[in-house]
Nanobody
Framework: QVQLVESGGGLVQPGGSLRLSCVTS????????MGWYRQVPGKQRELAAY???????NYAESVKGRFTISRDNAKNTVHLQMNSLKPDDTAVYYC????????????WGQGTQVTVSS
């Protein structure tokens, strides 16, 4: 059974930091592109960042220079370090495992709430 379990969300003041973690099981972690997406009510889920199986990264323009995605293949874990948080970063953040294959399934975590407010 595949599981993606996020943690690290919460309430933080503007300018603060949070570190999200996603621990996976049931997949060959090193074969997947791992990503963090976010969604606010009434809007589509959007990409925040992803990291390929060989460590290449890509960020949404809105988070460049503030967020850093990393992966630990030995621990089947992906992290999102979020600094200089803004109220616009408030969203539910979802971990994503994408096999980049038409044959294999993409997986999602259950989401973790991040709220940036004073």
């Amino acid at each position: 059974q595949v599981q993606l379990v996020e943690s690290g969300g919460g309430l933080v003041q503007p300018g603060g930091s949070l570190r999200l973690s996603c621990v996976t099981s049931g997949i060959i972690f090193g074969s997947y592109r791992m990503g963090w997406y976010r969604q606010v009510p009434g809007k589509q889920r959007e990409l925040a960042a992803y990291i390929t199986n060989i460590g290449n990264t890509n960020y949404a323009e809105s988070v460049k220079g503030r967020f850093t995605i990393s992966r630990d293949n030995a621990k089947n874990t992906v992290h999102l370090q979020m600094n200089s948080l803004k109220p616009d970063d408030t969203a539910v953040y979802y971990c994503n495992a994408d096999p980049r294959s038409a044959i294999l399934q993409t997986y999602w975590g259950q989401g973790t709430q991040v709220t940036v407010s004073s």
